[in-house]
């Protein structure tokens, strides 16, 4: 008899607790992220999860609190396939620029740079408790640079023993895969079979290959042609990062880029993209010098310029570089943020050179770089792309939004993707322009990322998943940062929920910092 009675007491005591929830989303439109059309239910959270998607879950749990929609959009957390949050994330963990644009998940280590110890960066995303989920890639420079130092040059056997060693390890300690940056010192003198070795280790762990490519301008199919390789001999997954084509020259040759793509996936190969929604770039001021004057880092640059004759040959190779991009000058090349001298962020290098009482001529700015450059690097806004070839990206099924940026802590005038990407492809492309689908548009920021990167349990509103969750109004959703004015968060998104804590109430950062690392755990 006491037993039976301990029985139905425990039954009792287990119907109670799971008929608890923390908050019930009720009046909304779901978007799921499957790319389903919308539909009406009620979404009931408890913890960190998602335990209902059903009508009427109000009534099956009254003590949770009622968030009420008001008919706007609920959509899975947005997720940020391509971002450089290593060090900016400790200096702001609550990640507004982020945040404010919908983003509660990102996968930071791209273009070759990631945390020299993933361990210890993923255990300190932790310990900073920061507002967002991160996920981080192996970065190959850091690899190169961490084996082998920054020499052109091929790999020893035993510096490439030890570089898969460091990739093996890094795989272990949670990293989603192998990025590479190819027009980076050191990852700009490996050959194909060094990046195919480490992107095997990747591969084995079931991670994903993210590429910036060696080229994105004249020799854009060339650079397409080799990550395409590395997917097919490394047998692993192809994420082509940032996909473009830059320079006047190049305008139009989308078709046939994006067509190598397209012919892959046909042939059976997981290759996907991601796009930011400007047709500016932005990355340092050094990429605009000859590959062979970066060797032995800015140190070595500096000793070479104060030599006459090979300062001469710089000079040469950036106006061959010039001449093939069909740039008379550097109109288009912009200071994002220049340590050194902060009057020069927001000023192109024509004007700066203006401003220097100097005469307009490639000469003249190509000196000013090489001048800059002796006292330090600087992050660059490029100029250089069109809207046409934007467009006919964006149309792609396999292309996700990516802002390629760090969390913003005000400084300089950065890019205005890093505030308003997924915004400005909610407002621009899907509202006004209609050039995709809103369906369409979140699937490729949710589930999309979250399959390709596998991010388990999220990218969809679905019973078991993350309760990563936002609230919008489709109609004022809108992205706020311009170049001129880029420190403006976007607007439209009323709530925001990271692992079922609301971050944004309102409309609002409430300061809370509830993301966790995201490891891979093959």
Known sequence: MKKSLLILIMGCLTTFVHAQADYIITNGRIVDGTGNGWFRADIAIQQNKIIGVAKGLATKYPSAKIIDAKNQIVAPGFIDVHAHIEESVFRKPTAENY????????????????????????????????????????????????????????????????????????????????????????????????????????????????????????????????????????????????????????????????????????????????????????????????????????????????????????????????????????????????????????????????????KKNFLNEANLILDMLAKSNAQMIYHTMNESDLIYFMKYPFNMPAADAGVSDGRGMPHPRGFGTNARVLSKYVRDQKVIGLEEAIRRMTSLPATKFNLKDRGMIMEGKYADILIFDEGKIQDKSVYENPHQYTVGIEYVFVNGKLVIENGKHNGTRSGIALRNLQ
Not at 211 to 217: L, P
Not at 220 to 241: C, F, K, Y
């Open 99 to 358: 945040i404010y644009d919908g983003v509660t998940s990102v996968v930071t280590g791209n273009c070759g740079s990631g945390a020299d110890d993933i361990a210890e960066f993923l255990f300190k995303i932790d310990s900073a408790k920061t507002s967002i989920n991160v996920a981080t890639l192996a970065g190959h420079n850091t690899i190169r640079r961490l084996g082998m130092g920054l020499e052109n040059r091929k790999a020893t056997a035993a510096e490439m023993t030890k570089m898969e060693s460091l990739m093996s390890k890094a795989m272990q300690d949670g990293a989603v895969g192998l990025s590479t940056g190819l027009i980076y010192l050191p990852g700009m003198y490996s050959p194909t079979e060094e990046i195919v070795a480490l992107s095997k280790i990747a591969a084995a762990k079931g991670g994903v290959y993210a590429t910036h490519m060696r080229n994105e301008g004249n020799r854009v199919h060339e650079a397409i042609d080799e990550a395409l390789t590395i997917g097919r001999e490394a047998n692993i997954p192809v994420q082509i990062s940032h996909f473009k084509v830059t320079g006047k020259n190049n305008w139009g040759r989308s078709s046939e880029t994006l067509g190598m793509v397209e012919e892959a996936r046909k042939q059976g190969y997981d290759v996907t993209i991601d796009q930011y929604p400007y047709t500016a770039s932005s990355t340092n001021l050094a990429v605009r010098l000859p590959d062979w004057a970066l060797e032995g880092g800015l140190d070595s640059l500096r000793v070479k310029m104060k030599d006459p004759v090979m300062r001469k040959r710089i000079l040469d190779g950036m106006k061959a570089s010039q001449k093939k991009d069909k740039q008379k000058d550097y109109s288009f090349a912009v200071v994002a943020w220049y340590g050194p001298d902060t009057t020069m962020n927001g000023k192109s290098i024509t004007q700066i050179n203006l401003e220097k009482g100097r």
